[in-house]
């Protein structure tokens, strides 16, 4: 016998099939964008700090998302 306990500790598992991967999909190319972004506002002296030019930040930025 199982106790309401027990389905409340197993996780919730969604079936993903084409909807879910696409989902997936979108989600991490729209994450790269906000990164992106978030690198295109940084200084030249940040990028410095980092080893970036601005040149390579241009190149990262005009990239597709789902590149």
């Known amino acids: 016998m199982t106790?309401?306990?027990?389905?409340a500790t197993q996780p919730k598992r969604l079936p993903l099939g084409?909807?879910?991967?696409?989902?997936?999909?979108l989600?991490?190319?729209?994450d790269r964008h906000l990164q992106r972004l978030d690198l295109s506002e940084?200084?030249?002296?940040?990028l410095d700090d980092i080893g970036l030019s601005?040149?390579?930040v241009e190149r990262e930025v005009a990239r597709p998302f789902w590149r």
């Open 18 to 25: 084409a909807f879910g991967r696409m989902l997936a999909f």
């Open 27 to 30: 989600s991490r190319g729209y």
């Open 3 to 7: 106790t309401k306990t027990e389905f």
């Open 42 to 46: 940084l200084t030249d002296e940040q």
């Open 54 to 56: 601005r040149r390579d």
